[in-house]
């Protein structure tokens, strides 16, 4: 054993590559890719470190190109999901009592190996499973999940280190525990970087965990696993559970021994996992943590002194970069009489220089949304925007899905501030806009806080500092993530904590300290030196 006040590293944020013409990173990502593109693997469970293959089978696909098959990954049942929860109690004991360094270390060298030989193929698997531009798929599957990796490292040492103070002759420490059972982990489709940070930020704090992996996301997803095993982590510490969320989360949250859950995805499911949770509560040994990141209707508003070129700009990156499929992605802006027109006319001239298709062309601005359901939902959406007296289509709105699952990046123009698709959540490249009177900037402050139940992430854009100061009041719990002259998305790990309130989650921030301690269970303990003799206390005497 070694004895030390240890450090870790200063965490850095992890430099976003270029992929420029002609360049080495870019020869070598595309040799990755064709490689990757050209052949079809088995993905299998991976329960206790073994890998079990159920022959239960999901197809995955490019969704830029459907028919071009991937992978084909093995779907657990809820024996399986059983088994991994077995798996993650029975490596508890020897993980958790690891020197906390010795974890640190497996996590930092996850973190390094990504940044170095593991980059491309991790990159790579991201671009052609989720149909992520290299741009989106570098600064996520590789940055983001590096930066997840040293900074988290960081937060844990801080959270150790975190002591009360103690009286003389008396010594106080915090013991920061892991969680007395295990953890559940359900990630999205849409961040590489997200799936592996809900995995790994509770397990680096000593605690075990049942991963189920979006079915959309498998193919990064496995690689991500396999990546952790490369590093040193032990078996059953993290468990990989692909298959139907409905099997696979009923039967992950059933158990007696769950301590909590770690999730990013829909409103509605999270609702029903908390539900489930608050209705089992008497089952459990403990009371479950819930840490969740739900939906969003995220919002730009654009002040009469803004100017038009920052907005069009933060409109036309923040709603279509990876096709809107960002918790975080602009779909409703606020735009005042004034600024329209011209507005209008610069974002139309940048969205016809935007490209979609193929990711592998990396002239590509877009990919493709990720399935054949999220096709449909949008599609209709864009038809119905189509037929309507209180909405009309300002730009894009054709859809093809004869090769892959295409949406055209599409504006929306809301005579009804109220308006469906100002309120409902649709996750794909579609902007609503509703022109406002300027005159009439804080009763559209008012209303832009009121129309959504989500909290996620707002801008506001303007020169004039009273209406920031304004936007900044009106909208206090309107976004978790609240951008001043920027677009809404982008949040990085140790600069800007990422999560939000109302129907958009728990806000417990990834990307910092206060993330880190939902997966700890402090243990106060006191010792005295010179313990009492004597039961009696000075005022018991008479005189």
């Given at each position: ?142 940055c983001e999940t590096i930066d997840f990796m040293r900074f988290n490292v960081h937060f844990m040492e801080r959270l150790y280190s975190e002591q009360p103070a103690s009286a003389p002759g008396v010594w106080n420490r ?298 900044v009041d009106a909208l206090r719990f309107s976004a978790g993530n609240f951008y001043i002259n920027d677009k809404p998305t982008g ?53």
């Open positions: 054993m070694t004895h030390g006040i240890f450090r870790t590293p200063p965490p850095i944020n992890e430099p976003v590559r270029a992929y420029a013409p002609k360049s080495a990173e870019r020869a070598s990502l595309k040799a990755e890719l064709a490689r990757m593109a050209s052949g079809e693997i088995e993905i299998p469970l991976v329960i206790g470190g073994r890998e079990i293959r159920t022959g239960d089978f999901e197809t995955i696909s490019m969704p830029h190109d459907h028919r071009r098959v991937l992978a084909r990954a093995h779907r657990a049942s809820s024996a399986h999901v059983q088994q991994a929860i077995d798996a993650a109690s029975a490596a508890k004991r020897e993980w958790e009592r690891m020197p906390w360094e010795e974890r640190a270390a497996i996590f930092l060298r996850v973190g390094e190996l990504l940044a170095g030989p593991w980059r491309d193929r991790i990159n790579a698997s991201t671009m052609l499973g989720q149909s992520k531009t290299v741009h989106q798929a570098e600064i996520d599957s590789a915090l013991e920061h525990r892991p969680l007395d059972g295990y953890v559940f982990a359900i990630s999205p489709f849409n961040f590489t970087s997200i799936a592996a940070n809900l995995a790994s930020a509770p397990a680096m704090l000593g605690n075990t965990v049942v991963w189920k992996p979006a079915s959309t996301s498998i193919l990064s997803n496995w690689w991500m696993m396999k990546l952790y095993e490369a590093a040193g982590l032990p078996p059953g510490v993290i468990n990989f559970v692909p298959g139907q969320g409905a099997t696979v989360g009923a039967a992950g949250i059933a158990d007696r021994r769950l301590a909590g859950v770690h999730f990013t995805g829909s409103t509605g499911v999270f609702n029903g996992i908390w539900s489930t949770v608050g209705n089992n509560i008497a089952r459990y040994g403990q009371y479950p943590r819930l840490v969740g990141e739900t939906g969003g209707k995220d919002f730009v508003f654009v002040h009469a002194s803004a100017e038009v070129d920052v907005a069009a700009v933060a409109l036309v990156r923040g709603a279509f970069e990876y096709q809107g499929q960002k918790c975080s992605a602009a779909s409703r802006a606020y735009v005042p009489r004034s600024l329209w027109p011209k507005l209008k006319e610069r974002m139309g001239e940048l969205l016809a220089a935007v490209k979609t298709g193929d990711v592998c062309d990396f002239t590509n601005f877009m990919g493709a949304v990720i399935d054949q359901r999220s096709y449909a939902k949008l599609k209709s959406a864009i038809d119905a925007a189509r037929a309507s007296s209180g909405a009309k289509i300002v730009f894009g709105g054709t859809c093809d899905d004869s090769k892959g699952w295409f949406i055209e990046p599409t504006v929306i123009e809301a005579v009804d501030a109220r308006y469906d698709t100002m309120c409902t959540e649709l996750f794909g490249p579609v902007l609503t806009i509703h022109v406002y009177d300027d005159a009439k900037f804080a009763d559209t402050l008012e209303l832009c806080n009121t129309t959504s139940e989500y909290a996620l992430t707002g801008a506001i854009l303007a020169n004039d500092r009273a209406a920031v100061r304004a936007a949040a990085i790990v140790g600069q800007q904590p990422f999560g939000g309130s109302r129907a958009s989650g728990t806000n417990d921030k990834a990307g910092s300290i206060l993330n880190l301690l939902r997966w700890v269970t402090p243990r106060t303990i006191k010792e005295t030196f010179v313990p009492p003799t004597d039961w009696r206390y000075p005022f018991l005497a008479e005189s």
